[in-house]
């Protein structure tokens, strides 16, 4: 049995229950059904393949320096079929002190390699509507239900070992992607001289450099341990 819907309050939306505290949920809860769920996915659910996960310009870029920002966007993507993610504030650029090119190959790489659509908000009050125009979109006009989705996906053998491989200087997931497939297996890629490491595409001296530097580097006991 298909759902009706009469009007805006009729559409539900899903807020973790971190959100709770923001302005954002406090507008969805007089526009809409807004429930609290604490969610494993995912900032807000819009239906049953729209997730979004939303960022200050200051929380991306937290995320994107702390490591979390594409263990976030890699579990919405292996769960929802239309995940998103909502940018909120006025520019990226010119904060902490992040290059750039760092900035705008990570949006990129969101973009085109996720495929995932970034919507960019100037205040919590345009978040709002825009996650409401979505979810009523889903909802109301394409009579979409909406359900609790999204647990962490475990991550496979391979990917465990791409993030492994990722911990190492300058290494992002297609360096490591690359290693692997030159190497076969994270231990060759540790146990490779410079020579060989350069061989794989992608890296080049002065990576490969500093590869070797970070592995072999005797590990610095504090003076505070025993």
Not at 53 to 60: A, G, L
Not at 94 to 102: F, L, P, S, V
Not at 189 to 205: H, N
Request: with cysteine; proline share 2%; charged share 30%.
């Amino acid at each position: 049995m298909q759902t009706v819907f009469r009007n805006e309050n009729d559409v539900v939306i899903y807020a973790d229950t971190r959100e709770l505290g923001s302005k954002v949920a406090a507008i969805l809860r007089k526009t809409c059904t807004l429930r609290e769920k604490a969610l494993d996915v995912g900032d807000y659910l819009l239906s049953d393949s729209v997730a979004c996960e939303r960022k200050t310009c200051d929380d991306f870029l937290q995320s994107l320096t702390d490591g979390r920002l594409f263990e976030q966007i890699g579990n919405m993507k292996n769960n929802f079929d239309s995940p998103l993610l909502v940018i909120e504030g006025d520019t990226l650029f010119g904060r902490r002190g992040i290059h750039e090119n760092a900035i705008r190959g990570a949006l990129a790489s969101i973009a085109v390699d996720y495929g995932m659509p970034i919507l960019w908000t100037r205040n919590q009050l345009e978040t709002a509507d825009m996650l409401l125009s979505i979810a009523k979109r889903e909802q109301a006009d394409s009579r979409r239900e909406i359900s609790i989705r999204g647990k962490r996906r475990a991550r496979s053998m391979n990917e465990q070992q791409e993030f492994l491989l990722a911990g190492l200087p300058l290494i992002n997931s297609k360096k490591a992607k690359s290693l692997l497939k030159h190497f076969g297996t994270p231990e060759k890629v540790f146990a490779a001289g410079e020579d060989d490491l350069r061989k794989a595409e992608g890296i080049g001296e002065e990576l490969s450099r500093k590869i070797r530097k970070i592995l072999t580097s005797e590990y610095e006991k504090s003076i505070l341990e025993d």
